[in-house]
């Protein structure tokens, strides 16, 4: 997104139930592979501990013995202890009948030959993989999960995290706007799992490492949530393979992170941000720093000087690269503060030069239209708001050798000396296939050329020197390459973007029937990042969808901190920037407690044109004095323990490394174990308890 013009680029228990417990892991990873022969389901065979008896498979995993039924793809898992857990149900769409399991020392092979499909299942490292493949296009919805009687809880990874009762009534009621949807895991999902609690002690965690052309359905059986996976086997696409990993837990609302960080630490793709920093010392500014994108007289070295004699002593400040980025004079300025700078750049669109176009979207030669990625039918993939096109990367890439385009723009944006960067969309997982014949892309193509490039900025490959680099709500794929992201902090509802826009009825190229959010003016401090709303502040007629969206936002009593148990320590999580702390004034001390809560940094606006400016300033200052210490020893470290200590889901805990950051936060109104309602306790190994209640800062 354009930040000027906004086009858009349980129950407590006495026992801790953590993510940082054991899990028991069962990981069954499905796959599609080719060529396996049709005949009839054989007869009891053992061979490695497989077993083949009465059509079904049973393969001992850690914790167990998994149980599949070539037949339907229905799974049940025994663990040790004698429970029976329905791991999937048979798949929605039938693949058909299945051949002659065959039993190998690995594990077993069978096919589908009706539909062209066939699986291979084995045990690695404890976890069970099946890989089937197509041999054709076609679509698979399986698994089907939640289905155990005892399942109890929903753990969703939009934003950071949700944990969600699967009999709660507004989660299954149309207001939540869940129940009939269906989410894209490459990009609506922060990270490519799910999971589910199954009673006391127990849990089932779901992983699709092939998240392109997977899918996620929500559905509601008997008032009581369900999924179902759905996967395109597409030749063209390249997704003609299809793999999910299913793992027994503990059944702790983080346990599906927690497998997953498991699942990108054994496969090399667990990024760290202390090697970051070992490899560009700048990208430690980040720690115990606060991030803001500036207007006005903020982005010139009076508005740093003034925020350093507030005390703030570390920031990343952002700026728009407008016909007035921050200068040479300016930069130098908030280096000697100690804080981080960098421009907003995308390299996602292109349009024809006009008085409204942004300049990150205007390319010199003949990039547009000739770079725009082409649909089936020819006709260019309309950009942001509709305006130009989405600009191919694969264009870019074989271009770049010859033309440097991108490493032209971002020399140029980074003249002045600024050391970081904010890449808008790249790592966000909106992603094309281009069936332009000069520069043909799968998604897969896609994703790994958006990685190169952002791999070339923080390496200085691209530039003279490496950049700490920052991309919009970044996919987990994205990991390695970015030391910051903002955006996956927030699990958006889609009623955000009638908030936004102000068309909650209306069209786009109608008036807005709502502006509440407010435009783009005043320039340098536009409303729809500058004025406060609250939800008294919509037409009567849209206030109850506004509510049940930030109900669905930012109630604690259904956030976890999903993508910080798989990722705190690999980069920094930030919220969306058009959501900067002041923008939500009702909202503001739940997001201070989750922030420190999660050992996140908060965001703001700023602007001398903005008549709250100093406001601002003081929240900022207030809140980044408790932030910074806290952030600066925890900020590397693992996220290793989550736990709710009241049965309403309102008090708590977080835990950081082996102890090193301890923080306890009351989401309610009454106190629990000495700490008021509204406050948040935080202690670092070795010291005393910090207290923050953020009401007594923020108005």
């Not at 669109?349 to 990039?367: C, Q």
């Not at 999903?562 to 980069?571: F, Q, R």
């Not at 309102?650 to 309610?668: I, P, S, W």
Request: proline share 7%; net charge neutral; glycine share 10%.
């Amino acid at each position: 997104m354009d930040i000027s013009t906004g086009k858009s680029s349980s129950i407590a228990r006495p026992a801790r139930r953590s993510g940082r417990r054991t899990l028991l892991v069962l990981a069954v990873a499905t796959a599609l592979a080719a060529g396996l022969t049709p005949a009839a389901t054989a007869g009891p065979t053992h061979l490695a501990g497989v077993r083949v008896h009465d059509s079904r498979v049973d393969l001992p995993v850690a914790a167990g013995t998994a149980t599949i039924d070539p037949a339907t793809l229905a799974i049940d898992a025994r663990t040790d202890d004698g429970r029976t857990l329905r791991v999937s149900d048979p798949a929605a769409d039938a693949p058909g009948r299945p051949s002659h399991v065959t039993a190998s020392g690995k594990g077993a092979r069978w096919s589908y030959p009706g539909r062209g499909l066939s699986a291979e299942a084995h045990v690695e490292r404890g976890r069970l993989l099946v890989t089937i493949s197509a041999d054709r296009d076609g679509t698979l919805s399986w698994p089907v999960t939640g289905t155990d009687k005892a399942a109890s809880a929903l753990q969703l990874p939009r934003g950071e995290g949700l944990s969600l009762p699967v009999a709660d009534a507004f989660w299954n009621a149309p207001r939540a706007q869940l129940v009939g949807s269906e989410e894209d895991m490459a990009s609506q999902l922060t990270l490519p799992v799910w999971g589910y609690t199954l009673g006391a002690g127990r849990g089932v965690s779901y992983l699709a490492p092939t998240d392109i052309g997977t899918s996620l359905a929500y559905t509601s059986q008997g008032g009581r949530l369900r999924t179902t996976a759905k996967h395109d086997f597409s030749g063209g696409n390249a997704t003609r393979e299809y793999t999910v990993a299913f793992s027994l837990t503990d059944g702790s609302p983080v346990a599906p992170a927690v497998d997953y960080r498991h699942w990108l630490a054994e496969h090399g793709e667990l990024g760290s941000l202390g090697e970051k920093i070992r490899k560009n010392p700048e990208t430690g500014k980040l720690l115990g720093a606060f991030h803001a994108y500036a207007w006005g007289g903020s982005r010139k070295a009076a508005g740093v000087d003034k925020l350093n004699s507030l005390g703030v002593t570390s920031l990343w400040l952002g700026y728009d690269a407008d016909d007035s980025p921050m200068t040479a004079a300016d930069v130098t300025a908030a280096q000697k503060a100690g804080y981080l700078v960098g421009p907003y750049d995308s390299f996602a669109n292109g349009r024809d030069k006009g008085p409204d176009t942004p300049p990150n979207s205007v390319w010199p030669d003949n990039v547009y239209p000739s770079f725009c990625v082409r649909r089936a039918d020819g006709t260019p993939q309309p950009g942001f708001h509709k305006q130009g096109c989405y600009l191919s990367s694969q264009a870019f890439e074989q271009a770049e050798p010859r033309r440097h385009y991108l490493a032209d723009r971002t020399r140029s944006l980074v003249a002045n000396g600024a050391a970081s960067y904010f890449l808008d969309v790249d790592a966000a997982g909106e992603l094309f296939r281009d069936h332009d014949a000069a520069h043909p892309m799968t998604m897969a193509q896609d994703r790994a050329n958006r990685l190169a490039r952002m791999r070339r900025l923080t390496d200085g490959s691209a530039q003279q020197n490496p950049l700490v680099l920052g991309s919009e709500s970044a996919g987990a794929w994205a990991n390695q390459v970015l030391a910051f992201d903002h955006g996956s902090g927030t699990p958006v509802d889609g009623r955000l973007w009638p908030m936004e826009t102000g068309h909650f009825d209306s069209t786009p190229d109608q008036p807005k029937d709502d502006t509440a959010w407010g435009g783009y003016t005043p320039a340098q401090a536009p409303d729809t990042f500058f004025k406060p709303v609250r939800v008294a502040d919509f037409k009567p007629e849209h206030r109850a969808a506004v509510a049940d969206a930030l109900k669905a936002m930012y109630d604690p009593a259904y956030r976890v901190p999903l993508y910080e148990t798989a990722l705190h320590g690999s980069l920094v999580n930030v919220e969306r920037w058009e959501l900067p702390f002041g923008k939500l004034p009702d909202q503001k001390a739940t997001r201070a407690l989750l922030a420190m809560l999660y050992n996140t940094p908060l965001n703001f606006v700023l602007s001398d044109k903005d008549k709250r400016h100093d406001q601002n300033l003081r929240e900022l200052a207030a809140l980044q004095k408790y932030f910074a210490p806290l952030h600066q020893a925890a900020g590397t470290q693992e996220l290793t323990s989550f736990d709710w200590l009241t049965a309403d889901r309102t008090v708590q805990r977080t835990v950081f490394g082996d102890g090193t950051l301890t923080v306890t936060a009351n989401f309610g109104t009454t106190a629990h174990d000495g700490l008021p309602g509204g406050c948040v306790d935080a202690t670092l190994k070795g010291g005393e308890p910090q207290r923050l209640c953020p009401a007594k800062v923020v108005s």
